[in-house]
């Protein structure tokens, strides 16, 4: 039978009324694979996938496929969010196989979970005769493919374990200049990104690019941010009839898009456009950002204060089909008849011609020009044309909501949350608007209720009033995360206190001594064929790097040597291997920290009004704490005085002497 209606994942409750006897991934699921000595086949997706949907209804919905899959094979579906350690590890399986990646992912491996065979979408026929050759291999000439096995096994263990820098001495701090200059030849001087295509939006990179640009003054890579930015604020890749981000585009214009919108990629997005509004004070990324968390609060958000994880690529068309992005696009005649008067106007704003064409009649809306360019060509005022864009946008948004919404992924999972929490922190100090600070604290109080158990550990997913799956690395790196940029925001101490014992028990259950780095999963779970380390940042932060800059601050709040050392010790293996730099742009933020930061304590009754004014400002090197009264925290220890705020500024553990006013540290922070 089909088990996976006893599952609560979105995902894999789409695919419980499909005819295959589809197991969800369990230690049972697994032990029943080797009793019974059979193949295993793994099918990994997710609930906003358009690819993995179309595999259902050509493979997975047929009766002639369940006949094979159920006679050959222990079927087991998986929910790629909920358990990202299975899909990193076959994730890693299928490029060594086949030199690519994606989703679906279909592996079949050995009864004990050894990867034999690996594809992402299959199409019927294709699936069929690759299944029975398989299934006939293994039940007649068994030796070639467990030798096959073993050897990815062996493989799989190399890529798990972290390369060493052997070398004593510390990589030198000078090498990230050409390393950057390496970077720029990468960049779309047109469109910004990369210079190729699918696009993907790529937040951690934008956020160093932004960080390093600013601290050396670079103005070719600040301009890349500012065209990158947007660039895609302009795209069809972000609603803006509707707000929010969808996950990549399939062009080099970020045009068209895959139209899943996943809440990662939302709230990355935002926390970078934050710090771009500090910096530049440009009104667009204001717009970007108060649009997506309009979005963000109207669409995926719980009413407990949670976050969902996506809306689905695929919505119900006229025709009452699933089609992809039938919810989002539009047609010629349709906007004729809606604008009026104002459609040929509209059309120039938004590209109703070549340019902004799809297919199948179809147009995405993609801004070309800045509108200062389109309302100087058509002699009316900026204000008038930003105001017609306002209402066109409210229009096209009322009518768009009659139409039938993608479906939602209701699941709310820890390390996305965290992301969501740090975003409206982060709009919070950019734009000062106390919804977002109290929307910040809601979800802070979601998590610690919710998804942080008695016995100390993080849950990873929770639905439904349940928490279920214990915590991964991520879950734990990015609630660290959000707890210490709230704390900086409220100077609220049981935030950072969390985030210090979050920290603590990484160690005791995450920490590998010999590779020197934090494991993917606990040593409380059950171990997969192979360790996973992840250290490679990609469109969202490898968890290592992300608590490595956590352990960084905490060192600074309570001067933990031992926290810097271990620190400097994964910098140190980090820094000596970077080649293509986009896939450690967070570990360059964390170097350049390191090596340039400075931290600021403001510590007085009047702390928090000063604090707000600091953080509305760009200074993306510099460690704030603060409080109102005497602190625990080592780093305020003797720093408050009755009737008096002082500001404290401080590098490589040396502290000028305080100063009593804004004026005056504000001149010290930009000198």
């Known amino acids: 039978m089909n088990e996976l209606v006893l599952e609560s994942s979105p995902y894999l409750l789409q695919h419980a009324t499909n005819p295959i006897f589809w197991k969800a991934w369990n230690e049972n699921t697994l032990a029943t694979a080797q009793k019974e000595n059979k193949l295993l086949l793994i099918s990994i997706g997710y609930a906003a996938c358009h690819w993995c949907h179309v595999m259902e209804h050509e493979c997975f919905e047929d009766h002639e496929v369940a006949d094979v899959m159920n006679a050959h094979f222990i079927a087991i579906k998986v929910d790629k969010e909920e358990r990202p350690d299975v899909d990193a590890i076959y994730m890693k399986a299928l490029q060594m196989m086949t030199g690519q990646g994606g989703w679906p992912l279909n592996v079949v491996c050995l009864p004990n979970g050894c990867p034999i065979w690996g594809a992402t979408y299959v199409n019927k026929a294709n699936w069929m005769e690759t299944l029975m050759q398989l299934s006939h291999l293994f039940q007649n000439n068994p030796e070639k493919i467990i030798d096959y096995a073993e050897k990815m096994k062996e493989g799989l263990n190399a890529l798990g374990i972290v390369s060493h820098d052997t070398f004593l001495d510390e990589f030198p701090y000078e090498n990230i200049h050409p390393l950057v200059e390496k970077w720029k030849k990468s960049f779309d001087l047109e469109f910004g990104g990369y210079t190729r295509a699918p696009k993907f939006m790529m937040p951690s990179n934008l956020d160093a ?19 990158t930015l947007t ?5 069809g890749l972000f609603d803006t009839v509707g707000g929010g981000f969808s996950r990549y585009s399939v062009d080099l214009k970020w045009h068209v898009p895959h139209f899943e919108k996943m809440l990662y990629d939302s709230a990355q997005l935002i926390s970078v456009y934050a710090d771009a509004y500090k910096r530049s004070k440009n009104p667009l990324y204001k717009t970007i950002i108060e649009k997506t968390l309009s979005f963000v609060a109207q669409e995926l958000t719980d009413p ?9 690529a695929d919505s119900l068309d006229e025709q009452q089909n ?19 008067e104002d459609f040929s106007l509209f059309a120039e704003v938004f590209n109703i011609n070549s340019y902004g064409y799809w ?5 995405v809306l993609i801004q070309k020009d800045s509108l200062e360019t389109i309302a100087t060509r058509n002699s009316i005022s900026i204000e008038k044309l930003t105001s017609k864009k306002q209402a066109w946008e409210q229009q096209l948004f009322k009518i768009r909501e009659e139409r039938a919404k993608p479906r939602l992924d209701e699941k709310c999972l820890t390390s996305w949350n965290a992301l969501m929490l740090k975003a409206y922190v982060d709009a919070y100090t950019a734009l000062g608007t106390p919804a977002y600070l109290e929307a910040a604290e809601k979800n802070a109080q979601f998590l610690m209720q919710n998804l942080w158990a008695t016995e100390s550990h993080l849950w990873h997913s929770y639905k439904n009033g349940t928490a279920k799956i214990e915590g991964f690395l991520e879950d734990y790196a990015f609630t660290i995360e959000a707890l210490i940029r709230l704390y900086q925001v409220t100077l609220h101490d049981e935030y950072v206190h969390n985030a210090k014992q979050l920290a603590d028990y990484c160690f005791e259950h995450f920490y590998d001594e010999q590779q020197q780095f934090f494991a993917f999963t606990s040593r409380n779970t059950a171990p997969l064929i192979a360790a996973h380390f992840e250290v490679e940042d990609n469109v969202i932060p490898a968890a290592n790097s992300v608590m490595a800059t956590n352990l960084y601050v905490l060192s600074v709040l309570f001067n933990s040597t031992y926290y810097e050392k271990i620190v400097r010790q994964m910098l140190h293996h980090i820094t000596g291997k970077i080649d293509y730099v986009s896939a450690y742009s967070n570990w360059i933020k964390l170097w350049i920290t390191v090596n340039t930061g400075k931290e600021l304590a403001i510590c007085g009754e009047n702390a928090v009004i000063e604090v707000s004014k600091i953080i509305q400002e760009y200074h993306p090197n510099i ?15 003797h720093r408050f005085v009755p009737s008096k705020t002082l500001f404290y500024l401080c590098e490589n553990k040396s502290c000028l002497t305080p100063e009593n006013t804004y004026e005056a540290i504000h001149t010290k922070l930009i000198s």
Not at 231 to 235: D, I, L, P, T
Request: hydrophobic content about 35%.
């Open 304 to 312: 407990n204060g949670g976050f969902y994880a996506s809306l689905d």
């Open 209 to 227: 690019l932004q960080y390093y640009g600013y601290l050396y003054k670079d103005p070719t890579i600040i301009n890349h941010v500012d065209l």
């Open 623 to 637: 460690i704030i704490a603060g409080s109102t009264k005497n602190s625990s925290l080592p780093f305020l220890s």
């Open 359 to 363: 297919e199948h009649n179809n147009y």
């Open 231 to 235: 660039k895609m604020a302009y795209g």
């Open 322 to 340: 699933l089609t992809e992005g039938a919810f989002y696009v539009w047609k010629k005649k349709e906007l004729e008849t809606i604008l009026n």
